[in-house]
């Protein structure tokens, strides 16, 4: 049963890894570069100024300002449900493969129960360490005002640094 | 059912067929009455069942984007008694690509490929629900010579639901007529068509009377009167002769005479159980 699940949803499930990597990765990095730039971020000054500003630090710009990390939440959700969820009793039906899984030796009770779990965990897993990662974000985030005003005393605001990434690149280039 | 023989399942469109082998195959649960398999109630254990019953389900519906050895290997997991070599042997007799993805096999082969899940487990009880109503005349043939094969090979009872005569005729040993629900006929066909009869001769008044000889339809025109007959031909009067009345007319006999019907007598082994 497990080997029938993971043929049948193989392709779901490339596709879920894509999209959740894509939305964490983005969330992961934006949490970083945030959390670099707050210590010398005055709170007179948006963070958005404290990024760094090559290439690195525009993407984490653009990810803060269109808000791109919330997708996560709300996007992905919606999409596993309508291209997964949906789709995993419904298509049997629609195919009429029902009549073929549930005259094999195994159960009907059995055969949901082995799809729901071996298809809703993995989704529930991921769905929560992106849930996780938007609250490491918030957060960072949140702690920007407060960590900027007391740094604002007890030392001069710098300019913004060129982010870590950037660092690497450049000292690879070298 | 009489056990290790092939009995075919006919009966207009919407009579009750593919909802009979689905509550046979544990698919339905009965409203009303019950059914047994293998002298059990299929939801009972159901699990006993589906080890023991091979289903090939109508239009044969199988996953069009696995390809023939994963649908091997579907059969393979799912079922304790899966015997791979001979699927496998099966299908490499008939020379169907392994790499090839189900949906993009004929007609013909799909059917085979059905055929190779359900028999993959050596079925004591094998219900096909109109495997070759969408086959072309020589699918037809190659498909039915296989069954006939593999249940001969196997020893397994098989109940075949179709609607095309010519298809039960050849490979069934056993009829079954259902209509609206109600079994009609059940029998064995050489019995069957030996006990039937059709009779013409000069038109008889509506209100006559036939002694010694019961009657399953009567149809006059003006100059003759028809007489389907079951039971022994009483001695013709004249004018009157007996006509050759094949499998195929006797079943549409049947099917316009709802009312009629026959039904073999309890045998002495059911009796006494």
Known sequence: ?174 | MPAGKIAGLVGPNGAGKTTFLHLAAGLLTPTAGEIRVFGRSPQSQLLLLLDRVGFVAQDTPLYAGFSVGDMLQFGRKLNPRWDQAAAVERLRKLDIPFDKRVGQLSGGQRSQVALALALGKHPELLLPDEPVARLDPLARREFMQRLTEAVAEEGSTVLLSSYVMADLERVCDYLIIITAGYVQVAGDIDGLLASHHLLIGPRLSRDARLNGVELVKAQHTERQSSLWIRGTVPPLGAGWREEPLPLEELVITYLSVPGAGTLPRPELEEAAS
């Open chain 1, 1 to 174: 049963m497990i080997w029938v699940t993971w043929r049948q949803h193989r392709l779901e499930a490339l596709w879920a890894l894509v999209l959740a990597g894509l939305i964490g990765g983005f969330t992961a990095y934006a949490a970083y570069e945030v959390w670099l730039a707050v210590p010398n971020c005055p709170s007179t000054v948006g963070f958005g100024f404290c990024l760094s500003n090559d290439v690195f630090g525009r993407i984490a710009q653009a990810i803060m300002r269109f808000n791109l990390f919330q997708y996560g939440l709300v996007v992905l959700p919606a999409l596993a449900g309508a291209f997964i969820g949906a789709p995993l009793v419904a298509r049997e039906i629609e195919n009429g493969t029902q009549h073929l899984a549930w005259t094999q030796g195994v159960t009907r009770m059995r055969w949901l129960l082995m799809k729901l779990v071996l298809v809703v965990v993995p989704l529930l897993a991921v769905a929560a360490l992106i849930g996780y990662l938007e609250v490491v974000l918030l957060n960072v985030q949140g702690s920007r005002s407060t960590a900027g005003m007391s740094s604002i005393s007890r030392r001069r605001w710098s300019p913004p640094q060129p982010s870590l990434p950037w660092r690497l690149v450049s000292r690879l280039a070298r």
